[in-house]
């Protein structure tokens, strides 16, 4: 999704976070692919892919404190030659005290960012 020049601040960040996150929640696999794309799809469908990822990660969670709900977390790298510009952590609930971590990445050049679902994970096996 191509952001404007004013989405690129931590609340509108954090904000495209909370709208990815409920769309997971809800598990609409098909309008958060079309929405934010899937950079790990590979040759799979993303939404397929994003599905099938939030499946296995959900099936060995990460481990959280309570079943709150927990901040979305943004991260802006520092500048760099790779186009890299920021990370939005977004805490899933699965179950009780158990997440899945969906993390959307900002990249491009300048002016012209995009936000994308980069990964969705759990515990590493």
């Known amino acids: 999704m191509k952001l404007l020049p004013s989405q690129t601040d931590e609340r509108s960040l954090s904000a495209l976070g909370e709208e990815a996150r409920a769309l997971l929640l809800r598990r609409d696999?098909?309008?958060?692919?079309?929405r934010f794309g899937y950079a790990l799809a590979y040759d799979r469908a993303p939404a397929a892919a994003i599905e099938a990822d939030y499946l296995r990660a959900a099936a060995s969670p990460l481990?959280?404190?309570?079943?709150?709900?927990?901040?979305?977390?943004?991260?802006?790298?520092?500048?760099?030659?790779?186009?890299?510009?920021?990370?939005?952590?977004?805490?899933?609930?699965?179950?009780?005290?158990?997440?899945?971590?969906?993390?959307?990445?900002?990249?491009?050049?300048?002016?012209?960012?995009?936000?994308?679902?980069?990964d969705i994970s759990g515990v590493a096996a």
Not at 64 to 84: E, M
Not at 89 to 108: K, N, R
């Open 29 to 34: 696999f098909a309008l958060l692919a079309n």
């Open 63 to 118: 481990t959280a404190s309570t079943n709150a709900h927990q901040p979305i977390g943004v991260k802006y790298f520092a500048l760099n030659d790779t186009g890299l510009f920021a990370v939005v952590e977004c805490p899933v609930p699965v179950a009780e005290g158990a997440t899945v971590l969906l993390e959307l990445v900002v990249a491009g050049k300048g002016s012209d960012l995009h936000i994308t679902v980069e």
